[in-house]
C-alpha cells in the first residue's frame, strides 16, 4: 500500500510534465519485429493528457500500418498497482519510470491476441527530433 501512495504521490508531482505535445524519440523491445518499420507497436506519440487527478491518460499517436499513417488515441486508467491498462493491438500495461520537463521514459507490456508478451520501452521527447517513419501528420 505504501508503494502505491508513492506512486501516487509522484505521478501527482509529475502530472504537470506529463502533460503535453511529445514525440517518440526511441523505441526497445524484446520482441523486434513488434517494433519494426510498420511493426504493430511501432507508435509515433504526439500527445499525452491526463484526467481524474491523471487515473486516466489519453495517449495520442500515430501508427503506420501498409504505408498509411493513422492517428489513434487510447486511455490508460491506472490500476492497482499505479500502472495504466488500456487495449491495443491485445492488452497493454505502461507506467512513467522517469520524467523530466524534456523526455520521459514509458516501460510497457503487451499481450497480443494470440498470448505473445512483449516488453518495451519508449522514450519520448519535447525537442522535436522524434523519428516520423513516414508519419509527419499531427503536429
Known sequence: MVKFL????????????LEGKWV?????????????????????????TCTEACSEMAVT???????QCSETKVVGYRQEDGKFRT??????????????PENIVFT?????????????????GKNGRGFSGGCREGP
Open 6 to 17: 508513492l506512486l501516487a504521490l509522484a505521478l501527482g508531482l509529475a502530472h504537470a510534465q
Open 24 to 48: 517518440t524519440t526511441a523505441i526497445a523491445a524484446d520482441n523486434v519485429d513488434k517494433i519494426e518499420q510498420e511493426g504493430p507497436l511501432r507508435l509515433y506519440l504526439r500527445e499525452l
Open 87 to 100: 487495449q491495443f493491438e491485445g492488452d497493454n500495461r505502461f507506467e512513467p519510470v522517469s520524467a523530466t
Open 108 to 124: 510497457s507490456k503487451n499481450v497480443d491476441r494470440a498470448g505473445r508478451t512483449t516488453s518495451l520501452i519508449f522514450v519520448v
Open 61 to 67: 499517436f500515430y501508427v503506420n500500418a501498409n504505408g
